[in-house]
């Protein structure tokens, strides 16, 4: 997660770890860590009635790191949560983790995932919308 001052949690959600998420050596795929943060941000879009069907601009995923800690295994709950760490410019920075449902001091993995709303006219990165803006202040936890 970023080290720069506390980030606010957005959103959060319980998800059931799948038997078609695992790898041959039965602990989920590195790649479905990413998978469950996209999850998280589209159910916390959801939740807030936005569709990101938008003929002119959206926000895309410009960068993403990714730390583990350890593997989830099969059965397993998790609870992916979203942060909001900031603004730069015209990125905005969210914090992720997924703990494990019943232990929640266990701590899988965090995230970093920077988004940029982009015009779909010129494929170049714009201000993020501010009829957005009240996103990043309100908490939501689902479980």
């Given at each position: 997660m970023t080290e720069k001052k506390e980030s606010l949690l957005l959103f959060s959600k319980s998800y059931t770890i799948r038997w078609q998420d695992l790898d041959a050596f039965n602990h989920v795929n590195h790649t479905n860590y990413l998978v469950y943060f996209q999850e998280c941000r589209i159910d916390w879009l959801r939740h807030h009635n936005v569709?990101?069907?938008?003929?002119?601009?959206?926000?895309v995923v410009s960068e993403v790191n990714c730390k583990y800690f350890r593997p989830i295994t099969y059965p397993a709950e998790i609870i992916v949560e979203l942060y909001f760490a900031g603004q730069v410019g015209k990125r905005l920075i969210f914090d992720m983790k997924i703990i494990d449902k019943s232990s929640r001091e266990i701590i899988y993995t965090t995230g970093v995932i920077t988004v940029v709303w982009m015009s779909l006219a010129t494929g170049r990165g714009i201000a993020?919308?501010?009829?957005?803006?009240?996103?990043?202040?309100?908490?939501?936890?689902?479980?």
């Open positions: 569709f990101l069907d938008d003929k002119e601009k959206a926000p993020p919308p501010e009829e957005y803006n009240h996103l990043l202040t309100e908490t939501v936890i689902y479980e």
